[in-house]
């Protein structure tokens, strides 16, 4: 059995001192800043049903959770997005020399909750969402910004063992998160599975241009994944995870409010829109269809094949005449100021 090592590196140990001094510093003079250590949690794993489920840890099993009074929520409420649903876990990113980068949310199964040997992996998905903190709403990232995963696991064919069947060689991959979608590997090992059914295992993620620079505007940012497992391919319910870069608390706190405490799009407005386009574009849109909710998307689809969605303010549209891949047709405030809404 090939044995897949958890590949935990824990960002904060490798600095130099003078590196560690700055960052404390930096705390000390300004507190409202959230340390990345306030935001350190894991995502529980575990299979329900015949099916991968992601969950909010339970610390009293060891794990690490942020509490919701962290994240200016009421005590004992979770950060769940208020119009979809969707859970969300928090993380925080810390500066280093030469990237900011953080290595939280890990992932994190209880010894018997999973099949030892299975492979934990992600399917990533979705478009880079920012909070601009210059008009207090999410939207989509800027245009040069990227949210880079890696130390996730690939398995390749390997065909220079001279023998009839050859071990897969093991291969580190990363995913790109950006205002387009997601490149490079869509899907990555996280993990493998104990012997006694437990995982733990953390995987890098990196904010940077898309030149690799490592800069980005300061705001929240989020990402979208499902897990599956080898032995559990059925998708897990989706789940977003939320970092904060160099905000203050109060602010990072007005991001967590945006999604958890209030609805991100204005769905009223949004049917208002939707029936407008099918009255001005029979072509597109030929029909009356009821909206609905769908991997964050509030969104109709018509017979033509085509479905158009609204999320992070901005409008997107796949099938019919706009084709086989999700396009942008631009800002949800825009289109509805030029529709007279």
Known sequence: MLTLFNFISKLFFKLPNIAINSLIGLY??????????????????????????????????????????????????????????????VSGFSIFPDRTAIDSPGFESVAGDMTAGDRVRYLASGHLSYWNTENCQWTLAPESIQIRLAGGLDLQPNQDCGQIFCIPKTVEGFTIFNRHGVSSASSLIVGEVRSDGSLHTHLDWIIESNQGIPNAPIGAYMVELQLITDNYP???????????????????????????????????????????????????????????????????????????????????AIGGEFGASIINLGEFDTFAVQAGL
């Open 234 to 316: 059925v998708p897990s319910d989706s789940l977003w995870i939320m970092f904060n870069n160099d905000l203050p608390l109060t602010d990072f706190q007005q991001a967590v409010a945006g999604r958890v405490l209030q609805s991100n799009t204005d769905t009223a407005l949004a049917d208002k829109l939707f029936n407008w386009a099918e009255s001005n574009y029979p072509a597109l849109f030929p029909h009356a269809a009821t909206s609905f909710l769908a991997l964050g998307y509030y969104a109709r689809c018509y017979q033509n094949g085509a479905c158009v969605g609204i999320k992070d303010n901005h409008i997107f």
């Open 28 to 89: 000390l003079s300004n507190p409202l800043v959230v340390f990345a250590g306030e935001l350190h949690q894991h995502i529980e794993v575990r299979t329900v049903e015949q099916r991968v489920q992601a969950s909010f840890c339970r610390p009293e099993k060891g794990c690490s959770l942020v509490k919701p009074e962290t994240l200016g929520l009421p005590a004992g409420q979770m950060p769940i997005d208020q119009l979809t649903g969707t859970p969300i876990y």
